[in-house]
C-alpha cells in the first residue's frame, strides 16, 4: 500500500467516525446562548482539542499497548468491534452513545469546545480506537506523517463544519443531516470490519 492509499483509508476511517456533521445539532444545542463570535472561539478549541488528542494516540499508541500488555490483534478487534457499534447507531440516524452520553452533553464547562465538545463529542473511544490501530498499521514513517497529515485534514474540515454550524443546519435540514450520517456509517461498517478480519488473521495465523 503506497503512502497516499494509505492515507485515503485512514481518512476515510477518522473522518466517518468523528463525522463533525453529526456533531452540528449537539454544538448548535451546547452553544445557543452563545453569540457567533464565541462559537467561532468554541469550534476553533473543539478541532484543536481533537487534533491534540488523536495525534497524542497516534504516536503513544504503541507505548500503550506495551505497557498494558494489550496484543495488536487483540485490539485491532476490539477496536473494529467498537467502530462497528457505533456504525450501526449512525445507520440508524441516532446519536450514540458510545460516541457521548446524554450527561456528559447536558453538563456545562467552562470551555466547551474542550469538554464535552472536543472530547467526547468529536475524540471519543471510537475516533482513539481507529487512530492508535491506524498508527499500527502505518509502517514506513511516510505512512506515519500520512497520518498525522490525515488527522490534521479532518481537524481542519471539522473546524470549517462547526464554524458554518448555523448554514450547514439549515442547508442540510435534518432529513439530511440523517441521510450524510447513515452515509457515514455505512463507511465506517465497513472499515470496522476490516479491522476485525485483519485482527484475527493476525491472531490465527495459517
Keep these: 500500500m503506497t503512502p497516499s492509499e494509505f492515507a485515503f483509508v485512514a481518512f476515510g476511517s477518522l473522518f466517518s467516525i468523528v463525522d463533525p456533521f453529526a456533531a452540528v445539532p449537539a454544538f448548535l444545542a451546547l452553544t445557543a446562548n452563545e453569540t457567533e463570535a464565541e462559537r467561532r472561539r468554541i469550534a476553533l478549541r473543539a478541532s484543536v482539542t481533537a487534533f491534540a488528542l488523536l495525534s497524542t494516540f497516534a504516536v503513544a499508541g504503541s507505548w500503550l499497548f506495551n505497557f498494558f500488555g494489550i496484543t495488536i490483534p487483540a485490539f485491532r478487534i476490539a477496536g473494529g468491534v467498537l467502530l462497528f457499534g457505533v456504525a450501526l447507531e449512525m445507520l440508524k440516524a441516532q446519536k450514540s ?83 450524510l450520517s447513515r452515509m457515514m456509517g455505512l463507511l465506517l461498517a465497513a472499515v470496522a470490519v476490516q479491522f476485525i478480519v485483519d485482527g484475527v488473521r493476525e491472531a490465527f495465523p495459517r
Aim: charged share 15%.
Design 97 to 179: 452513545p458510545t460516541r457521548s452520553t446524554q450527561a456528559e452533553l447536558s453538563d456545562q464547562h467552562d470551555d466547551l469546545g474542550i469538554v464535552p465538545i472536543g472530547m467526547p463529542l468529536l475524540s471519543g473511544p471510537g475516533s482513539l480506537a481507529a487512530v492508535m490501530v491506524l498508527a499500527d498499521r502505518a509502517h514506513p514513517f511516510s505512512e506515519k506523517l500520512a497520518l498525522h497529515a490525515v488527522i490534521l485534514a479532518v481537524a481542519f474540515i471539522t473546524w470549517l463544519v462547526l464554524r458554518s454550524a448555523t448554514w450547514v443546519a439549515r442547508a442540510l435540514g435534518q432529513t439530511g443531516l440523517n441521510v
